[in-house]
C-alpha cells in the first residue's frame, strides 16, 4: 500500500514538473472553446398548456342510444400522432416554413427540426398538456407552438366527426348489403316451403303414424287374406269331394242293359268252361257282350257329373260359398298391395324428411341471422345519426388553453456556463493527460528513490542546490509565470463568463465580430 502510495506521488510530481504542457493545452484549448461556446446562437422556447375536458353531460344520457367512442383513447391517439407528416407539413405551412425553403433539401430539413424540436407531454394533471418549441428566432418559436396548438385541436374535433360519418357510410353501406341478402334469403326459404310443402316440420311424426297405421293395416288384411284363402282351399276340397263323390255315383247307375249284360257274361263264363276262346260261340257270346257294354257306356254318358250335382244342395252351397271366397281373396289381395305400395310411399317419404328438415334447418338459420344482422345494423345506424346529431351540436372534448404561447424573451439555452466549465474541465484533463504522457517519455528524476530505482546503485548523499547554481532562483521564475498564467486565464474565463450571463452583450459582441468577419474575409 505505501508503495502504490509512493507510486501516486511520483505520477504527480512527474506531471507538476511538466505543468508547462498543461499551460499550453489549457490556453489552447480554452479560448477557442469559450469562443465558440460564445458563439453558439441563443435558443428560445416557447411553450403552450392545453386542458382538454372529456367529460360531457350527454354521455350518461345517451347511453345506448348513440355510438359513444372513448374521447381519452382518442386524445391519446391525437397526442401520438401530432407529429406525424402530414401534421408536420401543416405546421409548416401555417408558419411559412415552406417558403422560405429554396429546395426540397432544405424543406426536409424544416420538417425534421419540426419533428425533432416540437414537444408534447402530460403536465402531470388528468388530460393537461404541454406543448413547446425551441428554435433561435423568438417569434418563429411562438409562432410554431401556436400552429402546433391549432392543429392538434382541429384534428382531435375534426376526426371525432370524421370518424362519425365514416362509421354512417360503412353502416349504410353494409345495410344495402345484407338488405339485399336478407331478400334473397327470404325468396330461398320461401321456394323451399312451397317445393316441401308436405315435408314441413311435424309432418315427419305424421308419415310415421301413416306408416305405422298402414302397417297394421296391412298385417289385418294379411290375415284376412290368410283367414279367407284357409276357408277357400277348404271350400274346394269339400266341392272336389263331391264332384268325385258324384262321378262314382254315374257309374252305380243301373240300365235295362244290365241284366242282358250279366246274363251275357254268364254264358261267356259257362262257354270258356267248356270251350277254348276260339270257340265261335264264346267269340259271338263277346261281340254281343261288348255291343251290349258299349251301348250301356252311351247311355250313361248322356248322364253328366255336372247334372247329377244340380239336384246336390251340398255341393250348389259349397259353389256360393267358394264364389264368395274367391273374390273376398281377389279383393284382400288388392287390398294388400295398395297398402305394401302405401307403404313403400310412405317409407321413402320418411326417408326424405330428415334431409328436407336439415335443408329447411340451413335455409331459417340463414335466413335467422341474416335477419339478426340487418336489424342490429338498423339500430347501429340509428344510433350513428344520433351521434352525428350530437357532434354537430356538441363536442365530446372541449379544449380550453390554460397557457397561451407566448415570444420568450430571454433564451433558454444552451447552458452556457456548464460549457465553459465543461471546456474548462477538459482542457485541464488533457493537459493533465500530456503532461503525465511526456513524463514518462523523458522522466526527471527529482527524489534520491527515483535515482536508485533508475540506476539500480546506491545513493551515498544528496547535495542541496545553491543560490549560486541559479536553480532556486530558475524554479521560483517558473512558479511566478505559472500562478501569473492562471490568474490571467481565471480572468479571461470570467470576462467569458459574464459576456455569456448578460445577453444583451454577448449578442451585441457577436453580431460586431460577425459583422468584422464579413466585411473583411467575405
Avoid at 428554435?135 to 409562432?143: A, C, F, Q
Avoid at 547535495?463 to 481565471?490: H, P, Q
Wanted: include cysteine; charged fraction near 25%.
Amino acid at each position: 500500500m505505501q508503495e502504490m502510495f509512493e507510486q501516486i506521488i511520483g505520477y504527480l510530481r512527474g506531471v507538476w514538473l511538466k505543468r508547462r504542457y498543461i499551460l499550453i493545452v489549457v490556453w489552447v484549448v480554452c479560448p477557442i472553446g469559450w469562443a465558440m461556446v460564445t458563439m453558439l446562437p441563443s435558443q428560445f422556447t416557447s411553450e403552450a398548456r392545453i386542458h382538454a375536458d372529456t367529460r360531457s353531460i350527454l354521455q350518461p344520457l345517451l347511453r345506448g342510444l348513440a355510438i359513444q367512442t372513448d374521447p381519452t383513447k382518442e386524445l391519446e391517439l391525437m397526442v401520438k400522432t401530432l407529429l406525424s407528416r402530414s401534421n408536420l407539413e401543416t405546421i409548416a405551412r401555417n408558419v411559412d416554413a415552406d417558403v422560405r425553403a429554396r429546395n426540397s433539401q432544405q424543406y426536409e430539413q424544416v420538417i425534421k427540426n419540426l419533428g425533432s424540436n416540437i414537444q408534447i407531454h402530460s403536465a402531470g394533471r388528468e388530460n393537461l398538456y404541454t406543448i413547446s418549441y425551441s428554435g433561435s428566432d423568438p417569434i418563429y418559436v411562438k409562432n410554431v407552438v401556436q400552429a402546433a396548438l391549432n392543429v392538434f385541436v382541429e384534428n382531435t374535433l375534426s376526426e371525432q366527426r370524421l370518424d362519425t360519418d365514416n362509421a354512417s357510410k360503412i353502416i349504410t353501406t353494409q345495410i344495402e348489403d345484407y338488405e339485399s341478402r336478407l331478400i334473397d334469403a327470404e325468396q330461398k326459404l320461401a321456394e323451399f316451403k312451397r317445393e316441401y310443402f308436405n315435408f314441413m316440420p311435424g309432418s315427419g311424426n305424421g308419415y310415421r303414424q301413416q306408416l305405422e297405421q298402414n302397417k297394421g293395416a296391412l298385417e289385418t288384411a294379411q290375415l284376412q287374406l290368410k283367414e279367407t284363402k284357409t276357408r277357400f282351399d277348404s271350400v274346394r276340397s269339400q266341392m272336389l269331394k263331391e264332384e268325385q263323390r258324384a262321378k262314382r255315383d254315374i257309374s252305380k247307375i243301373r240300365t235295362e242293359y244290365d241284366d242282358r249284360i250279366e246274363s251275357l257274361q254268364q254264358r261267356l263264363d259257362d262257354l270258356l268252361f267248356r270251350y277254348t276262346d276260339k270257340h265261335p260261340d264264346v267269340i259271338e257270346t263277346r261281340r254281343q257282350l261288348k255291343e251290349l257294354q258299349d251301348v250301356k257306356d252311351a247311355k250313361l254318358s248322356s248322364f253328366t257329373a255336372d247334372e247329377a250335382l244340380k239336384n246336390n244342395l251340398i255341393y250348389q252351397d259349397l259353389k256360393m260359398n267358394y264364389g264368395q271366397l274367391e273374390n273376398e281373396v281377389a279383393s284382400l289381395n288388392t287390398r294388400v298391395e295398395q297398402y305394401k305400395s302405401r307403404i313403400n310411399e310412405l317409407q321413402a317419404s320418411l326417408d326424405k324428411v330428415p334431409d328436407v328438415e336439415a335443408k329447411l334447418t340451413a335455409l331459417t338459420r340463414n335466413y335467422d341471422i341474416t335477419k339478426d344482422k340487418y336489424e342490429q345494423l338498423l339500430s347501429r345506424k340509428e344510433s350513428a345519426l344520433i351521434s352525428k346529431s350530437v357532434d354537430n351540436s356538441s363536442d365530446d372534448i372541449k379544449f380550453r388553453i390554460i397557457d397561451p404561447p407566448r415570444v420568450p424573451d430571454k433564451p433558454s439555452g444552451p447552458p452556457r456556463v456548464m460549457l465553459l466549465v465543461a471546456v474548462l474541465i477538459f482542457s485541464l484533463g488533457a493537459g493533465g493527460g500530456i503532461s503525465f504522457l511526456f513524463s514518462q517519455i523523458s522522466p526527471v528524476i527529482s527524489s534520491s528513490r527515483d535515482l536508485v530505482q533508475s540506476l539500480e546503485l546506491p545513493v551515498l548523499g544528496i547535495v542541496s542546490a545553491t543560490e549560486v547554481s541559479g536553480l532556486i532562483k530558475w524554479e521560483k521564475r517558473k512558479m511566478r509565470v505559472f500562478i501569473f498564467s492562471n490568474i490571467l486565464l481565471l480572468g479571461l474565463f470570467a470576462a467569458f463568463l459574464a459576456m455569456n450571463m448578460m445577453p444583451p452583450l454577448r449578442e451585441e459582441l457577436v453580431q460586431s465580430f460577425n459583422t468584422i468577419v464579413r466585411d473583411r474575409f467575405i
